[in-house]
């Protein structure tokens, strides 16, 4: 024991010699290589994720052009059946031969834009969902 300052205080003592548990230089050994173990595995997963990452922006910069393409594609079917429709009534109040004439082009139009708009589809399909394409 020591003398204290003061009358009030109570008395000093010595500070005991603390052991840490990782003073063992065995479980500092353990400690380090979980640590180096955590690292690596921490790298792994970070390079996975940027892998998983950039396949999922190419997916959907590949679902965009397609969808952007197909509905294009369906946009020129709704034209052309519309341009169909309205053909068929102004054909209402034509002449028999004009409103034949009328219909039949109208028809062929739509027919011609339908497989233009299906040919336009086939070539822009939708790309495989990410489960097939991001392992």
Same mark, same amino acid.
């Given at each position: ?7 009030? &205080?109570?008395? !000093? #003592? ?6 840490? %548990?990782?003073?063992?230089?065995? !479980?500092?050994? %353990?400690? +380090? ?6 690292? !690596? ?9 940027? +892998?998983? @990452? ?14 952007? #393409?197909?509905? @294009? ?5 709704? *034209?052309?059946?519309? &341009? ?10 034509? $002449?028999?031969?004009?409103? *034949? =004439? +009328?219909?039949? $082009?109208?028809?062929?139009?739509? !027919? ?7 040919? *336009?589809? =086939? +070539? ?12």
């Amino acid at each position: 024991m020591t003398e204290s300052t003061s009358p009030f &205080d109570p008395p !000093l #003592e010595k500070p005991r010699p603390s052991r840490h %548990v990782l003073d063992h230089p065995f !479980l500092s050994r %353990v400690v +380090q290589i979980i640590a180096v173990v955590s690292l !690596l595995l921490a790298l792994y997963v970070g390079v996975h994720h940027y +892998q998983l @990452a950039g396949c999922l922006a190419e997916y959907n910069n590949a679902q965009a052009r397609s969808s952007g #393409e197909r509905l @294009a594609a369906a946009e020129q079917d709704r *034209q052309a059946l519309d &341009d169909m429709m309205s053909a068929f009534a102004a054909a209402r109040s034509a $002449a028999p031969g004009d409103a *034949q =004439r +009328q219909v039949s $082009a109208a028809l062929d139009k739509y !027919l011609e834009v339908r497989r233009t708009s299906d040919e *336009q589809r =086939r +070539q822009n399909p939708p790309p495989p969902p990410p489960s097939q394409r991001c392992n």
